[in-house]
């Protein structure tokens, strides 16, 4: 599923891309059924399940009532890989107080919901940062290249990783994989280039709920980073809807003094014989 933006804020979502970004702008089929066990591990998809290959889904942003942006997460099979893409972009006000335009591009494994790498370009107020980070399972390690786009300043770093991760936004989909059924939790491990970090998500219950993209019966479910640099910071609620596909519908993270909703606005399908 930015779970939240791990390098500056957050865990679990570049979804997420903006909240991070967004608190510096006020300071300035069957499923694997989820497991109880407290170990941080990413499951392998079952056999039945499918990627929402070819879907687009678009969100709208809202910070305390107050339109925020958009955000959009597009999935395409390439080979074994499926690609993913979110892009975050304000508006409005907040894009006058702290404008973010990111990009996040990931490919995933598809046999085994293991991200492979990832590449961000992130600008945010007067930063422009462009990264790439390769995850290397053989050797157990990630290795991060980052450059400042206004200084040209570069920076590289290895970091030792478990074996297998997914990342900050892919992990909705991972979560969305699952069985989701209430009651049930699970622990897996999420990283965007630097400190791997334990992101615990929690079935909480079933509700009806409303966004722009009509009503639905839903799944609830909290997630909390439960160890790394992030434990502590922030928790995110995610609702999917209460089918086999598991459409993330509405996102709502709390980070520190920020709240941001994310509502579906938009589902964008595969065109026939595509």
């Known amino acids: 599923m930015m779970l939240f933006k791990p390098a500056t804020a957050g865990l679990l979502l570049s979804l997420i891309l903006t909240t991070s970004s967004l608190c510096r702008a006020q300071r300035a089929n069957s499923s694997p059924s989820i497991s109880a066990a407290p170990a941080s591990r990413i499951i392998p998809p079952s056999p039945s ?5 070819g879907e687009t889904l678009a969100y709208s942003v809202e910070w305390h009532l107050i339109n925020a942006g958009t955000a959009t997460v597009t999935l ?42 990832i590449s961000k370009h992130s600008e945010e107020g007067a930063r422009r940062i462009e990264r ?39 992990g909705f989909f ?37 966004v722009p993209y009509g009503e639905f019966q839903a799944v609830r479910v909290k997630a909390e980073p439960v160890s790394g640099p992030l434990k502590g910071k922030g928790v995110l609620w995610v609702w999917f809807t209460d089918d086999a596909r598991h459409i993330p519908l509405q996102l709502k993270s709390k980070l520190g003094l920020a709240t941001l909703l994310f509502q579906l606005q938009r589902l964008d399908l595969p065109k026939p014989g595509k």
């Open 132 to 170: 790439q980070v390769h995850f290397d399972y053989h050797s157990a390690k990630s290795h991060m290249d980052e450059k400042n786009l206004k200084t040209g300043n570069k920076r590289q770093a290895d970091f030792a990783i478990p074996p297998c991760v997914t990342d900050v936004v892919s």
């Open 76 to 117: 395409k099979r390439d080979g074994t890989s499926e690609h993913l893409r979110a892009i975050a972009n304000t508006s409005g006000v907040v894009n006058k107080l702290f404008a973010v335009h990111d990009t996040f591009d990931a490919e995933i494994d598809t046999r085994n919901f293991c991200t492979r790498q």
């Open 49 to 53: 399940f499918h990627f929402p290959d």
């Open 174 to 210: 991972y979560a969305a994989s699952l069985d989701l059924a209430p009651g049930s939790s699970q622990t897996f491990p999420v990283n965007d280039g630097g400190k791997t970090t334990d992101v615990k998500i929690e079935v909480e219950g079933r509700n009806r709920i409303k």
